[in-house]
């Protein structure tokens, strides 16, 4: 790199990306991918082509667009069959809960499929299945599933399925099996799960993950010692290329280390035969090539988030570097944290400052004997890493973060110009870009204070969430899943009250990460009902009778009045008011206890009901018609699964609200649906 004075920032800057032709056609190519996912972004993709029109071949710059153009349509559009009955190779496996997800390949598709049975890697199963598309929610900031998968090639999913094992297995995928609990907590993505929620929470995981920072540590001390024997040039390049490909086998073909060794393998050649070509430009090529073998990576936001991290690295790792190896790690650690806080919606104070020593420790001495115990199983080194890793896990359960809203990705690519600005700039333009990379983050937490107050019933599936947010108040109705997202969209970081109608995890599942995730204030529970949650704040048990008023909102507890002795209906019935408008929530209360709050609303002074969330997801055990006619609620909200295994909603159940002139809305057709200003809108 060439030698130029520090007050010459800009120069410099572009002299690095002037080096060589082809960081032209790469960040032209890395715009066009950004800009196919988000459409916007093809205005910034053409203002760089005009900017360096000089730089580039029309011509190869149009061909290289067309084939990205091709790749990206054929994925986006690729069909699957309905059916599979054929022999299929294991390639991954995943253990949520009780159950495995098994990742199959199946020709040149792969597939999930979900069994409690156990199999390994790399082993061959005959499957006879029907074969559906992924089913994506439509919660602002939810997770996209179908997204998800495709961005790992895996297109859909086997259903009502038979399974026969072969009792074969491919030699290649089977090396994965080697490295059992040892080596997978550094090269696999099955990570285990209260192991993988402290390194989120310390926010080490994409640094392990994604940059392959550790790997290139372990490579830099091998090719120290083989220096230290004096091993030749070509042999310490073979033995380091073996060594990759070993790593490789042993992850089970990871992201992070075919993009590694790709890029180690390009080294070679521009070692032996271009050498005036750049390392970035080799970056850069190594991405188009991943891109090329494995086009679904086209729309992976791991991939752009990876070459985000490596590429501000490389591009400013002498703003990195100190005679101080310490020093260098905390800058290292400081700026991925910089880089992955649009992501990743949170800046853990503390692990600016332990992530470099944890680096340290990882790479120098954990991961080594990772390697070593996966071939040699000795038990002492079993001990050490067992307990480094409680060490990770007792550090993770500090919850020192502070929870930042999600950006939307025009203020993505905002932050990103200034930080890289106040990288390259000095004095005044740095703490300009500074204050104006701080006003990014920092003012959408103000954004509930921007609009009128928004009552939202989140699609999540066959299960209840919504939530309400304004200036003074944040409420939480149930919590199966979505709202964490959606808070963090709004830039929410306190929960005023989270309100569990009752214990059934499709109302709850989400409770528990809210509390440890969030300030929850106070927590609304039945009296009369069990719940499996460690709850750390204020429980208010709800019975009959108690009305809740805090500034802007009321509640008021209908039911239960008396212990049902079942968890349907000892859900929490109430009545959500603000600014004169009137929400009945009634959980999955069925005929027995609406029974009796048919006789509180004939007996109490009639009720103007704008919204019923209407009971058990629309389910005919629910829904009493003497109840609903009279309650005759003007909308009527069904919280439901698309092609749910119960059948819900009723279709008379449906039939009756539309009988007495109410309008239904269900998540399952339209979505998550926003009561904002006394309107419907579905998003």
Known sequence: MLNISENQPLIKLKTILQSSYLYYYFLALFLLILSLNYNFIIIFLLIYLYIFKRRYNKFIMFILFVLIFGLFQTIKNKKIPNYINEEVL????????DHNVLTIKHQNNKYILTTKENYKVGEYIYVKGKITNFVSLSAPNSFNKTKYYKAKGIYGEIKEYEINSLNQSNFLYSFKNYSNNNLSLFTNDNIDDEFNNSISNLNIYYLISLSGIHIYFLIRIIKKI??????????????????????????????TLIRILIYELLKLIKKHYYNNITNYSLLNLTYFIMILIMPYLLISSSLLISYLIVSVLMLFKDKISSEYKILSQIKLAFLVNLIILPFNNKLNIISVIINPLLIIIIVNIIFPITIINAFLNIKLLTKVITIFENIIIELGKFNFNIILPSLNVFLIILYFILLISSLVFKTRKKIVSIILLLIIVIVPIFKKYYYDPKLYFLDVGQGDSSVYISRDNVLVFDAYRNVSNLLKYEGVYVIDYLVLSHSHLDHTNEAAELLKTFKVRNVIISAYDNYNIKFNTNIIKGKAGLII??????????????DYYNSNNNSLVFLFSYENRNILYTGDIEYEAESDLLYFFIKEQKRNINILKVAHHGSNTSSYYELIKEIKPSIAIISVGLDNNYNMPNENVINNFISLGTRVY??????????YDNEIILL
């Open 666 to 675: 269900r998540t399952d057709l339209d979505g998550t649906i926003l009561y």
């Open 90 to 97: 294991i390639t991954n496996i995943e253990k949520p809960f």
């Open 549 to 562: 008023k805090d500034q802007d909102i009321k509640i008021e507890i209908l039911s239960p009045s008396k």
């Open 226 to 255: 083989m220096f230290y024997l004096d091993i030749k040039s070509k042999l310490q390049d073979l033995i380091i290329i073996i060594l990759l490909i070993i790593l490789l086998l042993i992850s089970g073909f990871t992201i």
